[in-house]
């Protein structure tokens, strides 16, 4: 009987612990509201149905995308070829949402692919998007990893298993983390 009862003690105390943890602590809060900022700017920045960027260059054109800060402003170009009149209107639209993400926000590889299959890309058009573009993913974990540290506090240890859990490789999490001083 006393086995039981400790048992059932020490499940009610993990349970009244878990609920006792604040709600922006939670990973799925968190990852609602990285997905919800990503809709709402990427919806705020596609703009209409155009052909061209914003600096005025076709689409199909090599172009680097990022913010005005080059600090933390990631590498994103896209490659120009003659392939890209063989490109369904799907794959370029998926290209272009892509840059769009990766300007806002850090991704992982695969983290990158999910928010594209999320958003009604397919996953062979996502891969493609994904796979056509240039994008130095040491530096988004670096990115992904400060932005982290700026919200709350992270062990090295517990900070690279966050950027793996996101689909960054191993490397890349420990590369990400060392660029913070961890």
Do not use: C, H
Request: net charge negative.
């Amino acid at each position: 009987m006393d086995d039981k009862e400790a048992q059932a003690d020490a499940k009610a105390a993990k349970a009244k612990a878990k609920a006792l943890r604040p709600w922006f602590k939670k990973k799925r809060f968190i990852l609602l509201g990285v997905v919800g900022i990503v809709i709402v700017v990427g919806v705020a920045t596609s703009g209409g149905n155009s052909d061209t960027t914003s600096n005025g260059q076709a689409s199909g054109a090599t172009e680097v995308a990022g913010s005005d800060d080059a600090s933390t402003a990631p590498e994103v170009v896209t490659q120009s070829s003659d392939s890209s009149s063989s490109q369904t209107t799907s794959q370029k639209n998926a290209i272009r949402a892509a840059g769009n993400y990766l300007d806002t926000m850090p991704f992982s590889r695969s983290g990158l692919i999910e928010q594209l299959e999320f958003e009604g890309y397919s996953k062979d058009d996502a891969t493609f998007a994904v796979d056509s573009i240039t994008v130095d993913w040491n530096e988004q974990a670096a990115r992904a990893a400060e932005n982290y540290l700026e919200t709350m506090p992270f062990s090295r240890a517990s900070l690279i298993e966050q950027l793996e859990f996101e689909g960054y490789t191993t490397a890349q999490a420990e590369y990400g983390v060392s660029t913070t001083g961890l």
